[in-house]
């Protein structure tokens, strides 16, 4: 019987890679079949990527790349071309955050979290969508958030980005559909990394953080979610089980956005 979920022959390029989301994410490719190829800003980083990625099993080829940089994205998309193949799968995951009350924020702080985390999805695409185009088929999956949906204190340019990504893979869809490329979103909840773990940290006295307990109470599952919740989903997106999906933003969020949250 074929396997509808299968990766098998297909080659998947996931942005900032190394460890966290993207990591999980691309490890769950690996096992559905697809060649792994990932980047990240710094060489010592993409260093430490394709260790795991080795400990793991995975032949994976890191490149250093900054997303936010066009030229150097295309160079690196004509690398992977020559010694891999056209992309098939393409996950805009690379991303930041500052967390900064709004009128505390520069307008350098707030311009540089929507280059990474809107601007570099649309260069990211831009350079993969050619290709795919001529090979006939493609995925594009981009990593949004809550904050796609909802707002909250300090993260102003991250949710004006990550919302802003919700209707550029709503606009992606709408434009390359005809050409057999589906571009949908993933939403993770609030998800165990690096880049949450200042609302993790217990406080001096050993009690959780109040963000950490405000988030249990707040997801419906009581727990953070981890890197590998992601790893079904993003599977199905980079698929042939999804070939009638496009402009989805899947939320894998434990039930948050459904629920008011638990009474103190
Ligand atoms: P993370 O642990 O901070 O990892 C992000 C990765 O992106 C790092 O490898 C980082 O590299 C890389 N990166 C940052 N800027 C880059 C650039 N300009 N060019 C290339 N790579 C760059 O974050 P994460 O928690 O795994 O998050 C991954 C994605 O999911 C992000 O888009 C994030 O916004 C999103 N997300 C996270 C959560 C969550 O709860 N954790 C929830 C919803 C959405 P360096 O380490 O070298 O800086
Ligand atoms: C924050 C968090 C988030 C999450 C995530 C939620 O400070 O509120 O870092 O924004 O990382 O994107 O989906």
Redesign the pocket.
């Known amino acids: 019987m074929s396997n509808m979920f299968s990766l098998e022959g297909k080659i998947a390029l996931v942005?900032?890679?190394?460890?966290?989301?993207?990591?999980?994410i691309a490890k769950a490719f690996a096992e559905a079949g697809a060649t792994i190829v990932f980047?990240?800003?710094?060489q010592?980083?993409v260093d430490k990527?394709l260790a795991s990625y080795k400990a793991d099993g995975i032949n994976a080829r890191g490149y250093v790349?900054?997303?936010?940089?066009e030229e150097a994205v295309g160079k690196m998309i004509a690398q992977i071309e020559e010694e891999v193949g056209v992309i098939d799968i393409l996950v805009?995951?690379?991303?930041?955050?500052k967390r900064i009350p709004m009128c505390e924020m520069s307008a350098a702080e707030f311009r540089q979290v929507i280059?990474?985390?809107l601007n570099?999805p649309f260069i990211m695409a831009k350079a993969c969508i050619p290709s795919m185009i001529k090979k006939g088929h493609g995925k594009i999956i981009n990593?949004?958030?809550?904050?796609s949906e909802l707002g909250r204190e300090t993260v102003s340019a991250?949710a004006a980005a990550?919302g802003g990504l919700k209707m550029l893979t709503k606009n992606i869809a709408s434009e390359y559909g005809e050409q057999n490329i589906q571009c949908n979103g993933?939403?993770?909840?609030?998800?165990?990394?690096?880049?949450?773990a200042p609302l993790r940290e217990p406080q001096a006295d050993g009690s959780r953080h109040p963000f950490d307990a405000f988030i249990i109470a707040k997801t419906p599952a009581g727990r953070?979610?981890n890197?590998e919740d992601l790893s079904g989903p993003a599977v199905f997106l980079a698929s042939d089980a999804s070939n009638f999906v496009n402009d989805h933003i899947l939320y894998v969020d434990g039930g948050i956005l459904a629920y008011i949250g638990k009474q103190p």
Do not use: R
């Open positions: 942005t900032g890679a190394s460890y966290g989301i993207g990591y999980a980047n990240d800003i710094k010592e980083f990527g790349c900054d997303v936010t940089d805009n995951n690379a991303g930041i955050i280059d990474v985390d570099a990593i949004c958030s809550m904050m991250y990550k993933i939403g993770p909840g609030y998800i165990a990394t690096p880049q949450t953070w979610g890197p």
